[in-house]
């Protein structure tokens, strides 16, 4: 369960901070 957050909250942070260097 706990590995499943921690690689949920990693895409989530990848998908972000991809966006923001498209944006940026």
Known sequence: M???V???YAVLL???L???C???
């Open 18 to 20: 991809g966006c923001g």
């Open 2 to 4: 706990v590995g499943g």
């Open 6 to 8: 921690k690689t949920l």
């Open 14 to 16: 990848a998908l972000v």
């Open 22 to 24: 498209e944006k940026g």
